[in-house]
């Protein structure tokens, strides 16, 4: 029996295509004879919580139209470990494989090693968000000590003179 497959493609800006992932991915359907497959894109950054094809996808694994989750990286589906950890339990309690060829995870067999490879990728994974938190702290931190105004300009009051 074919498995019902949902890729999920996410980029962080407009300036950003899924051509990389959408060609690797589609490489990977092919290699494995997936035809019955379904695309799901989203455009925004990866903390973001409520994403439109995040929430395309969620409505597939609830409803049980979907079998695998296919994706480039976790990165792409999630960026912090909490996040991570939700959706993976709802994969698991929906009986929806997660697979990830890029990084060489796949839950549809019942292996240990996968589900610890996939605790300790998604650990990596917040650890990687928090470096560029701190980075970008430190950035702004660096550019208030040489002056630099941060933020939205203040609300100009114009008054009116009369003559």
């Known amino acids: ?10 980029v962080s800006t407009d300036q950003q295509t899924h051509e990389s992932q959408q060609s690797e991915l589609r490489r990977y359907c092919e290699l494995r004879r997936w035809s019955d497959v379904q695309w799901i894109t989203d455009v925004a950054s990866g903390a973001k919580q409520d994403r ?5 996808l969620m409505k597939l694994v609830y409803s049980g139209k979907v079998d ?3 994706t480039y990286k976790l990165d ?7 996040q991570l950890a939700y959706i993976i339990a709802e994969l698991q309690r929906c009986h929806v494989a997660l697979v990830s060829p890029s990084q060489g995870i796949d839950t549809s067999n019942t ?3 996968a589900q610890l490879q996939i605790n ?3 650990a990596v994974a917040q650890f990687e968000r928090e470096l560029i938190t701190e980075r970008v702290k430190a950035g702004v931190r660096a550019a208030r000590q040489r002056g630099v105004r ?5 609300k100009y009051s114009h008054s009116l ?3």
């Open 1 to 10: 029996m074919q498995p019902r497959v949902a890729v999920y493609l996410r």
């Open 52 to 56: 439109e094809g995040l929430g395309q």
């Open 68 to 70: 695998v989750v296919l």
């Open 76 to 82: 792409r589906l999630a960026r912090s470990l909490s």
């Open 111 to 113: 292996n240990p090693a």
């Open 120 to 122: 300790i990728l998604a």
């Open 150 to 154: 941060l933020g939205r300009p203040g």
């Open 161 to 163: 003179v009369s003559s």
